[in-house]
């Protein structure tokens, strides 16, 4: 019984936060959806791409809000490589691509959830 419910509370708690993906597995996804993909760039121990995962990514509204629109990728420099030929000077950075591997946008900083999906909602 015990098991069941921790199955059940982790599924839940899946469904409340953004959905990230491997890069390879985005440009798959995009071949159907068309979707942009947002690339999260992190670091481990990072506070700032922390409190975007906390206090951002596991929003509800936001986190729907972002599944709806993006396919999303988090990368961690420190053991992943970046694509597209992507540097960075800090993280969190993010970037966003369309179907042609072109970065549209990208996005600098850790932000509150208004300011994100302000900075964010123009991207097509």
Known sequence: ????????????????????HSYKDALKLQEQSKKIIMIDVVKTGCHYCEDM??????????????????????????NEELPLGIKVHFTPTFYFVDSNKKILK???????????????????
Do not use: H, Y
């Open 53 to 78: 995962d906390r206090n951002v990514f596991r929003d509800k509204e936001m986190s729907k809000w972002l599944n709806e629109r993006f396919i999303s990728v988090k990368i961690n420099l420190n």
């Open 1 to 20: 019984m015990n098991k069941i419910l921790i199955v059940l509370l982790i599924t839940a708690s899946s469904l409340l936060s953004v959905e990230f």
């Open 106 to 124: 990208t996005i600098p900083g850790s932000w509150n959830i208004e300011d994100f999906k302000d900075l964010t909602k123009g991207i097509k």
